[in-house]
């Protein structure tokens, strides 16, 4: 006769609010146990830009039955235009709405941070406690327990704790030896901020290439509001370092670089002192060769930012989440087992989707002379003129996550 043995209940501490700390909320109460999420944040921070779910990512959302509620709140963007100075598009590239394929540069599921986080927080909220304005500045383990050590002088004890507070990981930060630097950089910066929507903005993203390896978007996600994008190459240590200056500071170098663009560039600069949003960055991809040790173990981006330029941000994340819950769930009983198979099944499609990213192909859509850009523009308006990019994309076999399968866990399985 074999005796069945029970499963663990394990206390569970997640440090960050966002998608894939809510997305390891919402499964892992489904496995039955007590999930504490602490975000330093005062309230949910249903913020941020435009977001997308790809391949992989859509079939995690669907398996939480949040496919629908998320069709209900996407954003209408019908493609993605290439302009000149004067809002002229050169080429335009639509999405794939078939359902076959792949995505486009605009995904079919387009939607904002801010209702995807609202989303999850209304699945996961009845089951799991949110403390906010709290976040974990430390942590002791040993092998019975984690100790975290909270901002406001408390301390709590629990089988496991997990970091999902993002790329920036205070977590990540302790888990690693000194001095090694987890970022992978690709010699670009970003930032994003809304400003007032006008009647020449429409549910197509323009893009707008300056010389100097600079481009611009415009892409519009309600009646009253528009997002802007100022995007450049720039290798230096002032431009690394500017994303960790006050924000003023870091609106003034921005326009200072691109007050001489052209085309919109002097409303988008204008309306960023009244923005209700600024948020600049470095595009780089969190690499180490370990998720875990003990009873600490990364998620989201703090263990594998794949960047903006992977289309699989968010995907990544509800990804990495669902499979670190479903062995959590499966290995209740066995730590060492959960987290060693949660490395060896997710490994794979992290390398896939950071592995996309290539830097000399985002050169090519960011040119440094003018004549660069007018041949871009013309190649890219005779694919369009033959219907390439979207023949291409509908008779793909694979979205970006490649062919890597999402497993099925018996005990994830959505309310």
């Known amino acids: ?181 987890p970022y992978w950089r690709v010699g670009i910066h970003m930032a994003y901020w809304f400003v007032p929507r006008i009647a020449s903005d429409t549910d197509i993203r323009d893009t707008y290439m300056v010389p100097g390896g600079r481009q611009i978007m415009r892409r519009s996600d309600n009646a009253t509001e528009t997002q802007v994008y100022f995007v450049m190459r720039e290798e230096s240590a002032e431009a690394s370092a500017i994303h960790r200056a006050p924000v003023e500071q870091q609106q003034k170098w921005w326009a200072e670089r691109f007050r001489d663009a052209g085309w919109q560039t002097d409303r988008f600069i204008e309306g960023m002192k009244d923005s209700p949003f600024f948020y600049s960055q470095e595009i780089a991809q969190v690499r180490v060769d370990s998720w875990s040790k003990g009873r600490v173990v990364l998620a989201g981006d703090a263990a594998h930012c794949a960047s903006p330029y992977s289309g699989m941000g968010i995907s990544g994340g509800l990804v990495g989440a669902y499979v670190l819950a479903g062995e959590i769930n499966r290995h209740a009983n066995d730590r060492p087992t959960a987290l060693a198979n949660y490395d060896r099944v997710l490994r794979p499609f992290v390398d896939e989707i950071q592995g996309k990213v290539n830097p000399r192909v985002l050169r090519v859509g960011m040119p440094m002379h003018k004549h660069a850009i007018s041949a871009f523009q013309n190649v890219t308006a005779l694919a369009c003129f033959f219907h390439i990019p979207a023949l291409v994309a509908r008779f793909s076999k694979e979205d970006r996550g490649g062919d890597w399968q999402l497993p099925a866990y018996a005990d994830a399985h959505a309310a």
Request: negative net charge; charged residues 25%.
């Open 1 to 181: 006769m074999t005796t069945k043995i029970a499963k663990h209940s394990l206390r569970i501490l997640v440090a960050g609010g966002g998608v894939a700390g809510q997305a390891l909320a919402f499964w892992l109460t489904r496995g039955g146990h007590q999930v504490t999420v602490v975000e330093r944040f005062p309230a949910l921070r249903a913020s941020g830009a435009q977001v997308d779910l790809r391949g992989q990512g859509i079939e995690a959302v669907e398996r939480m039955g949040l496919l629908e509620t998320v069709r209900s709140r996407l954003v209408d963007e019908a493609g993605v235009a290439f302009v000149d100075s004067r809002g002229k598009p050169k080429a335009t590239i639509l999405a794939n709405t078939s359902g076959k394929g792949r995505q486009t540069l605009t995904s079919e599921y387009e939607i904002m941070r801010g209702d995807m986080v609202r989303i999850l927080h209304e699945a996961s909220t009845n089951d799991t406690e949110y403390v906010f304005g709290k976040s974990v500045d430390g942590f002791d383990q040993d092998a019975d327990r984690v100790t975290a050590h909270f901002s406001d002088g408390t301390s709590g004890e629990y089988d496991l704790l997990i970091g999902a507070d993002g790329q920036g990981s205070r977590i990540r930060r302790a888990l690693l030896p000194e001095g090694f630097d």
